[in-house]
């Protein structure tokens, strides 16, 4: 399956004894649907060299194979295309997310003053760990406040939820406000979010922004 939730489709044609076996460009175009055509190329290459096998820009391919050897083309081909897709994936979320950054940290430039915010910060939380996050504001007379984009994924409600949980055990914890781009998207994901951070969307008022960065 790709990340999309579509099925890995391989092509097989034959001529005389011999198999040409290709994804006939699907995980580029699956790509393609996603947004992240131009972070699929890169990987894909890179994969093709490492499984054996060819690819043109478009499509995995195996140019010539025998029948003995035919299931585990089939296989190897439709790994490479799933595999290459992943990783586009990956790339696409990195970048959104970089770039959910970059629009928080101007956010709350334009709220606040540049020299009160700080962007890519790290903070240790309880455990010791070193904790990354997106963007700090230290206001006179307040706790620092500590926001972070959270997307809608799973993984990223956990991450996020274990980030602000330790961070909030630590000794003169900062407050914590997790950015969404909708909270209904999250479903019971929120209540999960909520309990170590408060819960605000991109088009939250600048009222309340500075509300939560002034809270005690």
């Given at each position: 399956?790709y990340p ?12 005389d004894?011999r198999?040409f076996?290709?994804?006939?460009g699907l995980?580029?175009q699956e790509a393609?649907?996603m947004g992240a055509?131009?972070?699929?190329s890169?990987p ?11 690819f ?11 029948r003995e050897?035919?299931?585990?083309a089939?296989?190897t ?5 799933q595999?290459?897709?992943m990783r586009?994936?990956?790339?696409l ?5 970089e770039?959910r ?10 709220v606040?003053?540049p020299?009160v915010v700080?962007k ?8 010791h760990?070193k ?6 504001v230290?206001?006179?007379g ?13 993984n990223?409600?956990a ?7 330790d961070?909030a055990?630590s ?10 781009s ?6 019971t994901l929120?209540?999960?979010l909520s309990?170590?951070?408060n819960?605000?969307e991109?088009?939250?008022t600048?009222?309340?922004i ?5 809270a005690?």
């Amino acid at each position: 399956m790709y990340p999309g939730g579509s099925t890995v489709v391989v092509r097989i044609e034959q001529g005389d004894n011999r198999f040409f076996v290709s994804d006939i460009g699907l995980g580029h175009q699956e790509a393609e649907l996603m947004g992240a055509s131009s972070m699929y190329s890169r990987p894909a290459r890179v994969i093709a060299e490492e499984a054996g096998v060819r690819f043109d820009n478009q499509a995995f391919f195996v140019l010539e194979t025998s029948r003995e050897e035919l299931p585990s083309a089939v296989v190897t081909i439709a790994n490479c295309s799933q595999h290459a897709v992943m990783r586009a994936a990956d790339a696409l979320t990195e970048k959104t997310f970089e770039d959910r950054k970059t629009k928080l940290y101007e956010r709350l430039v334009r709220v606040f003053e540049p020299k009160v915010v700080k962007k890519n910060v790290e903070i240790i939380g309880a455990s010791h760990q070193k904790w990354p996050v997106a963007a700090i504001v230290s206001l006179p007379g307040a706790r620092p406040t500590v926001f972070e984009p959270v997307t809608k994924h799973p993984n990223s409600v956990a991450h996020a939820s274990m980030k602000f949980s330790d961070i909030a055990l630590s000794e003169n914890a900062p407050q914590r406000v997790a950015v969404v781009s909708d909270r209904r998207e999250l479903g019971t994901l929120l209540t999960v979010l909520s309990r170590s951070a408060n819960v605000i969307e991109d088009n939250e008022t600048n009222e309340r922004i500075r509300r939560l960065a002034l809270a005690a």
